[in-house]
């Protein structure tokens, strides 16, 4: 599975983006899905997850509210919609996807991941 990240940009504190990640190669509809970030100087952390199916989803408490994970499975390609931006969103944005269906409390976890994309940066301004 190839990934494809899109969707970055400059927006102003208060704003929003919408984020792609269109994948390719074998099967997208059964793999789970994540988006990570990591700010600079700081660890890559977990964002939000999709189940393979799109009926299950998991966030961050730091993005909960603010931001939704979703997936077109016919488009092969899940989105993250980032609504009421702030500065400390700022970081580069990576999706990922599972090899094999996990349970949803454990897709919080990098390591639970088998491909990843290349990143897209956000930067928020205050």
């Known amino acids: 599975v190839q990934l494809q990240a899109s969707g970055g940009g400059l927006v102003q504190a208060g704003g929003s983006l919408r984020l792609s990640c269109a994948a390719s190669?074998?099967?997208?509809?059964?793999?789970?899905m994540g988006w990570f970030r990591q700010a600079p100087g700081k660890e890559r952390e977990f964002v939000a997850a999709i189940r393979w199916s799109g009926g299950s989803t998991s966030y961050a408490d730091s993005v909960k509210g603010r931001f939704t994970i979703s997936r077109d499975n016919a488009k092969n390609t899940v989105y993250l919609q980032m609504n009421n931006l702030k500065p400390e969103d700022t970081a580069v944005y990576y999706c990922?996807?599972?090899?094999?269906?996990?349970?949803?409390?454990?897709?919080?976890?990098?390591?639970?991941?088998?491909?990843w994309g290349q990143g897209t940066l956000v930067t928020v301004s205050s």
């Open positions: 190669g074998r099967t997208f509809s059964g793999n789970d």
């Open positions: 990922a996807a599972t090899a094999r269906r996990q349970v949803l409390s454990s897709l919080w976890l990098a390591t639970r991941y088998d491909y």
